[in-house]
Structures are given as structure tokens and as C-alpha cells.
């Protein structure tokens, strides 16, 4: 079955689906490596209601201008953020809505986690007071 795929114009075609494959794969870790701060991701639900600066930012989440600028610049070297320069201020924006999607999603996952562990202390509470009444 290899020997067959690699005839013809099969092997190129089959190693630019792995090559696209792998940009993909790689693509997508980075992505979320640059959301991997608490900070960030606060950042980013902010910048729903329109763009910021750094020092509203800052203000905002009660840090240094240097770390929120920090963590702007990781956003915005994975084109997750834009900024907009004008006069001394610089103004951070969302570089594509979609990431509000994710974000909502991942929300969503976090409210499901949290329902299933209601249910579960529920079920725990039930069975020791079932237990408890049915020993008296």
C-alpha cells in the first residue's frame, strides 16, 4: 500500500497534506501558548467593549503599565491583538472577533465542569443523608 502512494504525483501531494498538517498543529500550540496567562485572557474579554491603553489596562487589572505591556506584546506578536498609535497613546483592538468565539466556548466548557461537579456533590449529599437517615 506504501509503494503505491509513493508513485506519481501521490508522494508530493501527500507530503504537502502532512506539511500543511504539521503548520497547522504548530500553529494552533502557539496560539495558545500566547494565551496561556490569566492576565491575557482578562486583557482580551476587556477588549469586547472596544480598544484600550496600556495604561487603562493597567489601571483596570490593578497591575504595572510594564506588565500589562508585556503581555500586550505577546498578543500582538501572535497577531491576536492590533495596536493603533495616536499621539502619545497606543490603542489595542481585537485583530479578529473570532477570538471571542474561543473564548466563549472555553467558558462554556468551564460552566459544563462546573455543573458536573455540582451534580456530583449533590449525588454525595444525597447518598449521606439517605445514609445517615436510614441508619437511625
Do not use: W
Not at 95 to 108: G, H, N, R, S, T
Request: charged share 25%; proline share 3%; aromatic share 8%.
Amino acid at each position: 500500500m506504501r509503494n503505491l502512494a509513493m508513485r506519481g504525483p501521490f508522494p508530493r501531494i501527500f507530503q504537502r497534506t502532512v506539511n500543511i498538517r504539521q503548520q497547522l498543529s504548530n500553529f494552533k500550540a502557539e496560539f495558545f501558548k500566547a494565551l496561556a496567562h490569566p492576565l491575557r485572557i482578562s486583557i482580551l474579554d476587556a477588549l469586547r467593549a472596544g480598544e484600550l491603553t496600556v495604561n487603562e489596562i493597567s489601571q483596570r487589572f490593578s497591575v504595572e503599565a510594564a506588565n500589562a505591556s508585556q503581555q500586550l506584546a505577546v498578543l500582538r506578536n501572535k497577531h491576536i491583538v492590533e495596536a493603533r498609535k495616536e499621539g502619545s497613546n497606543v490603542y489595542y483592538s481585537i485583530a479578529d472577533p473570532q477570538i471571542f468565539v474561543m473564548l466563549d466556548a472555553a467558558k462554556e466548557i468551564f460552566n459544563n465542569s462546573l455543573a458536573g461537579i455540582r451534580n456530583m456533590l449533590e449525588e454525595i449529599h444525597d447518598e449521606e443523608t439517605t445514609g445517615r437517615s436510614s441508619e437511625k
